[in-house]
């Protein structure tokens, strides 16, 4: 689990709490009122309790007020249990409490919730539906539906099946309109979504907005996107190339997140239209080298083939 939803679930969680102790109070109080011999028990618990703190404090003997208290907790348990009475706060989750952790490790009502908010978080719009499953190059005799269906495979064996292994941090798939990049892009993050892995898909355009918005110091939901941009495990760049490039911001925003994400073995998928000398002439060589460096990089080259759009 990444950090950026830590006070999020925090937040959640201490609500969850308190909603449960508010209820419990408020269900508590209507149940003494109709037991008012359990209410006498319980006040006389708490003024034992009481006794024994302030004798403690005198030097006096308490030997006999623990006794009492002993016996006031044994009618407690009883009546209770005779009148069947409960009085644990209604958590949602009572594995847990409502604490989010069982011995210090994750509870399972907190990893359904850090999966509902790395959904939620997965773009700026509602997320396409689009699975490996859906794939169907494999029965397609178009020219590029070898590769493709080769680049299927890959992303969902050696990529998202095997994630904490693998051994590429970049991604790229340059290619003309229409052959099928962004499908296997949308495939691969809600692959990696329903694994528990935070990917965030986004086009071009959304990203320059993100750290255009940051650039300007506006408090927008988009700005605030930017932390996320760089600490998801998966980030998605679609249509890459249609972005206006804006002086300050464009290409310094797009090189420290690529420089940043790296570092911290983040993963970077990038699809665009531009072959490698469009590529070079808009963002250096250096970019490139990047997203072409076999060592932690899974790039091909230019895919052409029908464009599936016209279909």
């Known amino acids: 689990m990444i950090n950026y939803f830590n006070q999020q679930i925090k937040s959640i969680y ?25 209410d006498d028990l319980l006040k006389a618990k708490k003024q034992t309790e009481l006794d024994i703190v302030k004798s403690k404090s005198k030097g006096l003997d308490v030997s006999a007020l623990q006794n009492s208290l002993e016996k006031i ?43 509902a908010l790395i959904k939620e978080n997965a773009s700026l719009t509602s997320l396409p539906q689009f699975a490996f499953e859906d794939n169907e190059f494999a029965s397609m005799t178009i020219p590029q539906a070898k590769g493709m269906n080769k680049l299927y495979s890959i992303m969902k064996n050696k990529v998202c099946n095997d994630f904490a292994n693998c051994k590429w941090n970049n991604f790229m798939l340059s290619g003309a309109s229409g052959v099928g990049k962004t499908c296997l892009a949308l495939a691969t993050a809600n692959a990696l979504l329903d694994k528990g892995v935070s990917a965030l898909y986004l086009s071009a355009f959304e990203f320059v907005n993100i750290f255009l918005d940051k650039h300007t110091h506006k408090q ?24 206006p490039i804006y002086k300050n911001v464009t290409l310094e925003y ?25 590529l070079i002439s808009r963002y250096g060589e250096a970019f490139l080298s990047k997203f072409t460096d076999k060592k932690y990089s899974l790039s091909v080259g230019y895919i052409t083939g029908e464009n599936l759009r016209k279909s």
């Open 220 to 243: 927008t939901e988009l700005s605030k996107k930017a932390e996320y941009v760089s600490e998801c495990e998966m980030l998605i760049i679609d249509n890459f190339g249609e972005e």
């Open 254 to 278: 797009l090189f420290s997140t690529l420089d940043k994400r790296m570092a911290n073995n983040k993963k970077t998928f990038i699809c665009t239209q531009l072959g490698a000398g469009a």
């Open 14 to 38: 201490e609500s969850r709490r308190a909603l449960a102790k508010e209820t419990s109070q408020s269900q508590n109080k209507a149940l003494l009122a109709l037991h008012p011999k359990f």
């Open 73 to 115: 907790n044994g009618d407690i348990k009883r009546y209770a249990q005779e009148n069947n009475l409960q009085f644990t706060p209604p958590y949602l989750c009572p594995t847990c409490k409502d604490s989010g952790y069982i011995d210090g490790k994750p509870c399972e009502c907190l990893t359904e919730q850090y999966d």
